[in-house]
C-alpha cells in the first residue's frame, strides 16, 4: 500500500462531528508510514553532525516546538546541553542515557526532561544505531565543559537544515513545508 494513501474507512462507523471546525485552526497533519518509510529511505534523514541525523515529523513555528527522530550511528558524546523548553522522548531502536543520570533510556522507554535540565547524551559503544523520538519545546542551548554557551537549536533552525538538506538531494527546499505548522 501506498503510505501517502489513506488506510480504507469502515462504511459501518459512526457519523462524526457534525458541526464546522473552529474558525483559523490549522490543518491537521498525517505522515503514513512516517515511522517505516523514515527508517527505511537515508535521504530522509537530514544531517545534523557527524553519524548523527534527524527526520521532521511536526515542525511548529506558531507554539516553538518540533518533533523529530533522531538518529545516532556513532558511540559516545552527542552533546552536552541545556532545553529551555520541556522534552518528550521515546525511544525506537537502541540505548542511550545522560551522564549526569543513573538511570538508561532503552528501546521501549519514555523520558521527560524538564526545563532548565542540563545532561550530557552517551551512546553506549556496543549500540550501532539508536533512534528516538524527540518532541521538544523551545530549543537546546549546546554548552562546553564549564557551561559556557556554544551553540543553540530550535524549530527555526531545524527548518533551515531541512531546507538546505532537501534542496541538496533533489526534493526542493519547499519539501520541508510538509512539516510546518
Not at 503510505?3 to 490543518?27: E, S
Not at 523529530?68 to 525511544?91: D, E, W, Y
Not at 540505548?95 to 552517551?122: C, Q
Not at 527548518?159 to 505548522?181: M, N, S, T
Request: glycine share 12%; proline share 9%.
Amino acid at each position: 500500500m501506498d503510505p501517502t494513501t489513506p488506510p480504507l474507512r469502515d462504511p459501518h462507523a459512526p457519523a462524526g462531528f457534525a458541526g464546522g471546525q473552529p474558525f483559523g485552526l490549522v490543518p491537521e497533519m498525517v505522515h503514513g508510514g512516517a515511522l517505516s518509510n523514515a527508517l527505511q529511505d537515508d535521504a530522509l534523514w537530514v544531517p545534523q553532525s557527524e553519524g548523527v541525523w534527524f527526520k521532521p515529523l511536526m515542525l511548529n513555528v506558531s507554539q516553538g516546538y518540533f518533533v523529530n527522530l533522531l538518529r545516532v550511528r556513532k558511540a559516545g558524546v552527542l552533546s552536552c546541553h541545556r532545553h529551555t523548553g520541556p522534552v518528550h522522548a521515546f525511544v525506537l531502536k537502541g540505548r542511550w542515557y545522560y551522564l549526569e543520570h543513573d538511570w538508561v533510556a532503552e528501546e521501549g522507554s519514555y523520558a521527560f526532561e524538564p526545563p532548565g535540565e542540563i545532561h550530557t547524551l552517551y551512546v553506549p559503544p556496543d549500540v550501532p544505531e539508536m533512534i528516538t523520538l524527540f518532541h521538544a519545546t523551545g530549543g537546546y542551548v549546546y554548552i562546553d565543559a564549564d557551561g559556557n554557551p556554544v551553540g543553540y537549536e530550535d524549530v527555526f533552525s531545524k527548518i533551515g537544515h531541512a531546507r538546505k538538506h532537501y534542496e541538496a538531494i533533489g526534493l526542493g527546499a519547499d519539501h520541508v513545508q510538509r512539516f510546518i505548522r
